[in-house]
């Protein structure tokens, strides 16, 4: 069963970028059909999908948080990456990432497996 373990600091000052890496172990993320997402959440708010991306390695962010949002990944580590830039307070959260996979194709997806989440503090 494939395990996920982010990385990263856990403070980033304002303005800054938020990085943080996710490690999977015991499933390629290459594999056919998967989706390795990030999602956050903060005090008072529900989870919040920001992105994904997908085995063949194309990406898709949450609309609001597109410009600042950016997904890569690293097969030969077996790693993706979330980059978000121009960090506020607001994007203080747990972020966890996590493996989808589709229920109904362009429809309904769940993320099946999920990191332990890192807490990430935006501030001065």
């Known amino acids: 069963q494939v395990q996920l373990q982010e990385s990263g600091p856990g403070l980033v000052k304002p303005s800054q970028t938020l990085s943080l890496t996710c490690i999977a172990s015991?499933?390629?993320?290459?594999?056919?059909?998967?989706?390795w997402s990030w999602i956050r959440q903060s005090p008072g708010k529900g989870l919040q999908w920001l992105g994904t991306i997908d085995y063949l390695g194309s990406t898709h962010y949450k609309p609001s948080l597109r410009s600042r949002t950016s997904i890569s990944r690293d097969t030969s580590r077996n790693q993706f990456t979330l980059n978000l830039s121009s960090v506020t307070p607001e994007d203080t959260a747990v972020y966890y990432c996590?493996?989808?996979?589709?229920?109904?194709?362009?429809?309904?997806?769940?993320?099946?497996?999920w990191g332990q989440g890192t807490q990430v503090t935006v501030s001065s």
């Open positions: 015991g499933g390629s993320i290459t594999t056919t059909n998967y989706y």
């Open positions: 996590a493996r989808a996979i589709l229920a109904v194709p362009g429809t309904h997806a769940y993320f099946e497996v």
